[in-house]
């Protein structure tokens, strides 16, 4: 009987070993390259976040001043119709994503109604409907 020697290993064994250090120099590759990336789009992200914010705060005054001039009913049949329409849709089994943007415009419509600024009962402004008329 011959004595196998304890350090050597079958060739097996070896293939083994090599194929799980290339594996493992790959991941380690792979993964600083995606941590590069990522810190490339966050320092990108972080350049143009401010003005996006800004350009995202004037579109939604802009909107909000454009609805608040309309006339509460107006108003108010847009909002029921963007109910519906969410309603409906989820009604129908439609994702949560589509559900939720029929009814999002009712949101703002909503918020736009209840920020409007009030106006005191005995002051009419030129807007109004009875501003127009005179008295005879």
Known sequence: MTKVDATRRPPGDVARARDRRSNRDAVTRRASGAVAIARRSAAALLR??????????????????????????????????????????????????????????????????VLRPVTPAGRRDHAGPRASRTRA
């Open 48 to 113: 143009r976040a401010p003005g996006a914010m800004r350009a995202t705060r004037t579109g939604a005054k802009g909107t909000t001043g454009a609805l608040q001039a309309l006339p509460d009913s107006t108003l108010r049949w847009l909002t029921a119709g963007s109910v519906g329409l969410g309603a409906g849709l989820y009604l129908s089994g439609a994702p949560r994503v589509a559900t939720a943007a029929g009814v999002v415009p009712a949101l703002i419509m909503g918020a736009a109604m």
